[in-house]
């Protein structure tokens, strides 16, 4: 059986703004805004993965701290690439660090507006050998459930 992580809920003080940030700034798609008189939700997904992140405001979301998630991880296949996409886009980020020169020991971190912390891997490997093949991609959309 597999056991596939999907979603991960992501503590924010401002949902809009949050919204704004991930979508506009570092380039996240946006599945879904969803408001009603009960919730205000969203969820967006980074290009090429399987995993999402949401904001919102339901209970469960509430009892977090905005700002309280540290580490989140993202995979690039180039470290720099991605690095002056980020800063041509206006977001602050740390300089690129390499750890161990194999393949997987390049990072660099961001933070959102809460507060919340990324580390960007390289993995070159992602280049030729993307965990979601594109093909699979182009036949449900970027952002889809594959």
């Known amino acids: 059986m597999d056991w596939t992580l999907e979603v991960v809920v992501l503590p924010v003080a401002d949902i809009g703004r949050a919204i704004a940030f991930y ?6 798609h ?6 009603n008189e009960w919730m205000h939700v ?17 209970p469960a979301q509430n009892q977090m701290a ?7 991880h993202l ?7 991605a690095r002056a996409e980020l800063v041509g886009r206006g977001v602050e980020c740390d300089e690129i660090t390499s ?18 912390t990324w580390a960007v891997q390289q993995i070159k490997a992602r280049a030729a050998k ?4 594109h093909d699979a991609r182009s036949r449900f959309g970027e952002g889809m459930e594959i």
């Not at 946006?30 to 408001?35: A, I, V």
């Not at 969203?42 to 339901?58: E, F, H, K, N, R």
Request: some cysteine; aromatic content about 8%.
């Open 42 to 58: 969203a969820q967006l997904t980074p290009p090429g993965s399987g995993c999402s992140i949401v904001v919102g405001d339901l």
């Open 130 to 133: 993307p965990l979601i093949p």
């Open 30 to 35: 946006l599945d879904h805004d969803t408001t």
């Open 75 to 81: 995979v690039v296949a180039d470290a720099a690439a």
């Open 66 to 72: 905005p700002g309280s998630m540290r580490g989140l």
């Open 23 to 28: 979508r506009d700034k570092i380039g996240f």
């Open 99 to 116: 750890f161990d020169e194999r393949d997987g020991g390049t990072f660099f971190g961001f933070a959102d507006p809460d507060g919340n």
